[in-house]
Nanobody, 122 residues
Framework: QMQLVESGGGLVQAGGSLRLSCAAS????????MGWFRQAPGKEREFVAA????????LSADSVKGRFSISRDNAKNTVYLQMNSLKPEDTAVYYC???????????????WGQGTQVTVSS
């Protein structure tokens, strides 16, 4: 099993920034692709970004390109999501997840954190 614990969420004004962190334990972190997903109230969970095991490749949703960036520190078993120019529509619970496949598909992710709330006020 892999345990994932997100942190860094909170309340921020539109145009502001937040950095989410996700600390992993229980498995060899550097073997896994890491992803971020989000679920807004009343909506289905959606893909945000993913990073391969070495950090050399990333994927991101069109809705966050140019504003969010994903990175990882394998020495610290941590993946990050830097969120800039936040908009009210970015309000959601943000989840990190782990998989062995470099993919944006939720069902391919094996391990999930419990999520952290991000609220962007207008």
């Amino acid at each position: 099993q892999m345990q994932l614990v997100e942190s860094g969420g909170g309340l921020v004004q539109a145009g502001g920034s937040l950095r989410l962190s996700c600390a992993a334990s229980g498995r060899t972190f550097s073997n896994y692709v890491m992803g971020w997903f989000r679920q807004a109230p009343g909506k289905e969970r959606e893909f945000v970004a993913a990073i391969d095991s070495s950090g050399g490749r990333t994927l991101s949703a069109d809705s966050v390109k140019g504003r969010f960036s994903i990175s990882r520190d394998n020495a610290k078993n941590t993946v990050y999501l830097q969120m800039n120019s936040l908009k009210p529509e970015d309000t959601a619970v943000y989840y990190c997840a782990a998989t062995l496949a470099f993919t944006a598909l939720q069902h391919r992710y094996d391990y999930w954190g419990q999520g952290t709330q991000v609220t962007v006020s207008s």
